[in-house]
């Protein structure tokens, strides 16, 4: 089968690391095409994975709703050239341009929504983002959401339930595992970007408290890094705080960690920090916000700590930093959660039936057929 992905974004986002796990994960199965504006990091790092990239410049249409039109037609002429038989679009800006392409070819489109709760608020669909995410779910053939509240939040909106899947981002199973030093003393990896919108500060403040030997260790970089060194002197733990650059490969970092503390608000989708912990086989303690906890249950893999609470915060640091025989089992359910739900096998699989369900509900035999052979060899 050939499939062509469309994304509109090739920057930071969910989107472009999601899209290149399906171009490296279907590579060999499928005969992958991407478009997308331009030519971008990301454009290069698909094409080394495998897939066949096309400027489609008409996708950049923000400024220019007329573009839109123009890149409709643009789809149909790559689509028809390429022979495409499924159309994988992952972005709320060419989600409906994708179907309109289709649907003048006869060819299922399938749309992945990344960014739908943080589009709809719940209320009326007032931004132009929540009414681009509705359209593009409501009148694609299929649809991905990308955590379970996510695709509940489509339900109430009217979506199909039917032709809706919920597919949690997977990673890779062959991850490296955390195999911390027997003798070291405890530690603590948080991934920051220091921008001054997340709760880093809180956990300096917190870990001030815990009377309990453990080391915090930052991974990012950022306008808040210096303020950040100074509060952790200014608190007294200097010494028990240890910055690295954002360069740095968390996977590295973590395989020598004992745990991971996430402060980030999680939209739609499972963040990557957390998805690396799960697969390193590592306890959690994170924020209670957005789908997080579709990935810790509080108490059995990690903790969930309300925003704001600094006493919570301290007692979940607390707890892992001094007992080792509580992260040992909660970072085992940790890595029996990734095999379960968040693997790249299973995010793969699922996708592949989301795709065979839009061949078979749009009538394109030829791609289901191809599909099903490539699977069963």
């Not at 592949?352 to 749009?362: F, G, H, M, R």
Request: glycine share 12%; proline share 4%; charged share 20%.
């Amino acid at each position: 089968m050939t499939i062509l992905y469309i994304i509109g974004r090739t920057g930071d986002g969910m989107a472009p690391e999601y899209v290149l796990d399906l171009v490296r994960g279907f590579a060999s199965q499928f005969e992958i095409h991407i478009a997308s504006p331009g030519e971008s990091v990301f454009t290069a790092k698909a094409a080394h994975a495998g897939a066949r990239c096309h400027a489609v410049p008409e996708l950049d249409w923000a400024r220019s709703p007329w573009r839109a039109f123009q890149a409709v037609g643009r789809l149909g002429e790559l689509a028809t050239r390429i022979g495409a038989e499924l159309l994988d679009a992952h972005d709320s800006k060419v989600g409906f341009l994708a179907h309109r392409a289709g649907e003048r070819l006869g060819i299922p489109v399938v749309y992945t929504a990344h960014e739908w709760l943080r589009h709809d608020s719940g209320g009326a669909l007032r931004s132009p983002g929540a009414l681009l995410d509705w359209m593009a779910a409501r009148s694609s053939t299929c649809a991905i959401a990308g955590s379970s509240r996510a695709h509940r939040a489509m339900m109430r909106r009217g979506i199909d339930p039917f032709r809706t899947m919920t597919i949690h981002r997977g990673a890779a199973g062959e991850g490296i595992r955390a195999m911390p030093p027997q003798t070291a003393m405890p530690n603590l990896v948080v991934r920051s970007n220091f921008d001054g919108k997340s709760d880093d500060r809180l956990i300096l403040e917190a870990m001030a408290g815990v009377d309990a030997p453990a080391v915090l260790t930052f991974v990012g970089e950022g306008g808040s890094l210096a303020w950040m060194r100074g509060l952790a002197h200014k608190l007294g733990i200097g010494n028990r705080v240890r910055f690295l650059p954002a360069a740095m490969e968390l996977a590295q970092v973590l395989s020598r960690s004992h745990g991971l503390v996430w402060l980030g608000r999680a939209a739609s989708e499972t963040p990557g920090p957390v998805l690396e912990a799960m697969r390193a086989g590592l306890p959690m303690v994170a924020i209670d916000s957005g789908v997080v906890h579709e990935a810790i249950t509080n108490g059995e893999n990690g903790y969930l700590v309300p925003g704001g609470d600094i006493a919570g915060l301290r007692n979940a640091l607390w707890a892992l930093a001094a007992d080792a025989s509580l992260r040992k089992r909660m970072g085992e359910a940790s890595r029996v959660r990734f095999e379960q739900n968040f693997s790249m096998e299973q995010m793969l699989g699922k996708t592949e039936t989301v795709y065979e369900l839009a061949c078979s509900l749009s009538g394109n035999k030829r791609g289901a057929m191809k599909s099903l052979s490539a699977a069963a060899s």
